[in-house]
């Protein structure tokens, strides 16, 4: 089953303590990213890759790091998590040339992130 | 300001009816438009993508787009309560890769 997987789906986690949310697809999907959704602020993108080695900033970047050294990972890390990062946050896959060239974007179920 | 503003609701609506969503946008760059739909605790599925002023039927749903206006809609027409759902829209710049999500707007169907 073609499918963007998150893990862990829910975790309470203290200031500070590093912490990564890891992503996998499994339909050599080229572009990937995260995003953070919040009340009444909708989804906002964290950051973007284009292919391995390839990530860039998107809206809301600062105290997040990403890596893509295989195509199908791209793990979400939280050097130093702070209340403002709790968050419900999901990772997404497009085909080649990103989501314009159809409009689609896979979404994985979502982990729900609190940091106290 | 919001580049992309959309009504939260709730709308609510008796099975059978029209739901009648939009979005308004700011920035004359954006060329690609989407609607997603999401479930509670799921994330967003693709529901219409469209790149062109104009209307795009597909069943049920129908999209319209109106650049010169800078709003976009959604028609669910036949209501049912499996569209209880949040309606997102989203659209692209011309050669970009970012999409900037609206904040959603949930819908809720009555039998």
């Known amino acids: 089953e073609a499918q963007v997987t998150q893990n862990p789906r829910y975790l309470i986690t203290v200031t500070g303590k590093k912490l990564t949310v890891t992503c996998s697809q499994n339909?050599?999907?080229?572009?990937m990213s995260w995003y953070r959704q919040d009340p009444g602020l909708g989804l906002r993108q964290i950051y973007y890759?284009?292919?391995?080695?390839?990530?860039d900033k998107g809206d809301v970047p600062e105290g997040y790091k990403v890596s893509r050294k295989e195509k199908r990972n791209f793990p979400l890390i939280l050097e130093s998590p702070s209340p403002n990062q709790t968050s419900l946050y999901f990772c997404?896959?497009?085909?080649?040339?990103?989501?314009?060239?159809?409009?689609?974007?896979?979404f994985g179920e979502g982990s729900r992130l609190t940091v106290l | 300001q919001k580049e992309v503003e959309q009504d939260p609701g709730p709308l609510s609506v008796p099975e059978g009816a029209i739901v009648s969503l939009n979005c308004t946008y700011s920035?004359?760059?954006?060329?690609?438009f989407m609607w997603y739909r999401q479930y509670s605790r799921k994330g967003p599925e693709l529901l219409m993508y469209?790149?062109?002023?104009g209307n795009k039927e597909d069943g049920r749903f129908t999209a319209q787009v109106d650049k010169s206006s800078k709003y976009i809609s959604l028609f669910i027409r036949d209501s049912q309560p499996s569209d209880s759902a949040t309606y997102l829209c989203?659209?692209?710049?011309?050669?970009?890769?970012?999409?900037?999500f609206g904040g959603g707007t949930r819908v809720l169907v009555k039998p």
């Open positions: 997404a896959s497009s085909l080649s040339g990103g989501p314009a060239n159809t409009g689609e974007l896979f």
């Open positions: 339909m050599n999907h080229e572009y």
């Open positions: 890759s284009m292919n391995v080695e390839v990530t």
């Open positions: 920035n004359s760059a954006f060329q690609y």
């Open positions: 469209t790149y062109s002023s």
């Open positions: 989203a659209m692209i710049r011309a050669a970009g890769n970012k999409l900037t």
